[in-house]
C-alpha cells in the first residue's frame, strides 16, 4: 500500500473519532489538503462534511454534498443529508415571533 493510501486511511479513521473542537478543526486542514490533490474523492468529502457538521458548519457541508452529487447523481446520503442540514438551517433561522407573515408557519409544514 502507497504512502498516500495509507495517509488517507489513517485520516479517515482520525476523522471518524475526533470531537474536540481544535481536533475536528486541525483534521479538517489535514483532509483539506488531501481533498486539494483529489478533489473527487466522495469518501474525503463525507468526512469533512461530518467534520462541518460537528462544527456546526452547515454552509460548508452542504457544498461538500452538493460537490458528492455533483460528482455522483445517484448518491441519495448526500441528497439527504443536505436536505437534512437545509431543514435545520430554516427551523434555526426562523424567528416566528419577529416576522408580521402570519402565512408562514414552520411548525405546521
Same mark, same amino acid.
Given at each position: &500500500?502507497? @504512502?498516500?493510501?495509507?495517509?488517507? @486511511?489513517?485520516?479517515?479513521?482520525q476523522a471518524a473519532?475526533? $470531537? ?11 483532509? !483539506? =489538503? ?12 463525507y468526512a469533512r *462534511? %461530518? ?17 458528492? !452529487?455533483?460528482?455522483?447523481? %445517484? %448518491?441519495? @446520503?448526500?441528497? /439527504?443529508? *443536505? =436536505? &437534512?442540514?437545509? $431543514?435545520?438551517?430554516?427551523?434555526? !433561522? /426562523? %424567528?416566528?415571533?419577529?416576522?408580521? !407573515? $402570519?402565512?408562514?408557519d414552520p411548525w405546521?409544514?
Amino acid at each position: &500500500m502507497n @504512502k498516500k493510501k495509507l495517509h488517507k @486511511k489513517e485520516l479517515l479513521k482520525q476523522a471518524a473519532k475526533v $470531537t474536540e473542537r481544535q481536533e475536528v478543526q486541525k483534521t479538517v486542514s489535514l483532509l !483539506n =489538503e488531501l481533498i486539494a490533490v483529489s478533489p473527487e474523492d466522495t469518501e474525503l468529502l463525507y468526512a469533512r *462534511a %461530518d467534520l462541518y457538521e460537528k462544527l456546526q458548519k452547515w454552509g460548508e457541508a452542504i457544498n461538500d454534498y452538493l460537490h458528492i !452529487n455533483s460528482i455522483n447523481k %445517484d %448518491d441519495q @446520503k448526500a441528497k /439527504t443529508r *443536505a =436536505e &437534512m442540514l437545509r $431543514t435545520i438551517l430554516r427551523y434555526n !433561522n /426562523t %424567528d416566528i415571533y419577529a416576522s408580521p !407573515n $402570519t402565512n408562514y408557519d414552520p411548525w405546521l409544514e
